[in-house]
């Protein structure tokens, strides 16, 4: 199972912002002005979380809470390997 704050801290590493400044409700907009940053941040999630993400998926992320629930939520299980 994936730990949402491991996610957290990943995504802060990433970004380069303090996790202070990743609140749940913190819009991705806000905190990321280059939208091509955001595709390689779900692309990093997906790799380091094991985890399957498609566009569908991602189409109403909005918040740092929404890209996170997807990443636990879309762990690639052994079965589905």
Do not use: C, W, Y
Request: proline share 2%; charged share 30%; glycine share 2%.
């Amino acid at each position: 199972m994936i730990d949402p704050q491991a996610v957290k801290a990943k995504m802060g590493a990433f970004l380069k912002i303090p996790l202070e400044r990743l609140q749940d409700n913190a819009t991705l907009s806000d905190l990321v002005h280059d939208s091509f940053l955001l595709v390689q941040l779900a692309i990093e999630l997906q790799e380091e979380f094991n985890a399957r993400l498609v566009q569908e998926d991602l189409k109403d992320v909005r918040t740092v809470h929404d890209l996170i629930h997807q990443v636990v939520t879309h762990e690639i299980s052994a079965d589905d390997e």
